[in-house]
T-cell receptor, first 109, second 115 residues
């Protein structure tokens, strides 16, 4: 059965901390892995990963994929209160897109 | 300019009613989707619609039917609403269909409450 598992389920950190969010998957005919940030409304796209070992970076956020071990991590350095959100990992298969349950990150001032 | 828009934003209705949610995208994308996000925030794809090809998640009850009058619109019609249908429904679109490398753009969501 296809599945995407994210950990931890929730995380509380102080501003300035660095966090690592994990996403492991078992999806048939893997195509891509996507990270989204969901605040109060719609998920917004962060990264799309298709190849192993190539880091994607955007400001303080970065992500990398390991297709051999079937996981990805999302790093956020120097966290800010505006980073507080649910971070969703999604994995695209042949004809479907599977989401994990998300990691709820809370950044305390 | 809203890329993916949905109406209504909130929908409160009685069990047994039939309702529709509308979705429009102005991104020129070929593929549109409907997702359901339950109270535990778990996001699950319901339908994908690309160039008149409908891909259905087989766990979705047939009370749910997507209708696409054109490439920019994908509406969701729900018959005989049940309590368990209460959720936030997101519409999304992408340039490429499922199975291709793609990024999806989400609408703001419609919160459906069935009483």
């Amino acid at each position: 059965e296809d599945k995407v598992v994210q950990s931890p389920l929730s995380l509380v950190v102080h501003e300035g901390d660095t966090v690592t969010l994990n996403c492991s998957y078992e999806v048939t005919n893997f195509r891509s892995l996507l990270w989204y940030k969901q605040e109060k409304k719609a998920p917004t796209f962060l990264f799309m990963l298709t190849s192993s070992g190539i880091e994607k970076k955007s400001g303080r956020l970065s992500s990398i994929l390991d297709k051999k071990e079937l996981f990805s991590i999302l790093n956020i350095t120097a966290t800010q209160t505006g980073d507080s959100a649910v971070y969703l990992c999604a994995v695209g298969g042949a004809n479907n897109l599977f989401f994990g349950t998300g990691t709820r990150l809370t950044v305390i001032p | 300019d809203t890329a993916v828009s949905q109406t209504p934003k909130y929908l409160v209705t009685q069990m047994g009613n039939d309702k529709s949610i509308k979705c429009e995208q102005n991104l020129g994308h070929d593929t549109m989707y409907w997702y359901k996000q339950d109270s535990k925030k778990f996001l699950k794809i319901m339908f994908s619609y690309n160039n008149k090809e409908l891909i259905i998640n087989e766990t979705v009850p047939n009370r749910f039917s997507p209708k696409s009058p054109d490439k920019a619109h994908l509406n969701l019609h729900i018959n005989s609403l049940e309590l368990g249908d209460s959720a936030v429904y997101f519409c999304a679109s992408s340039r490429l269909p499922l199975g291709a490398i793609h990024e999806q753009f989400f609408g703001p969501g419609t919160r459906l409450t069935v009483l």
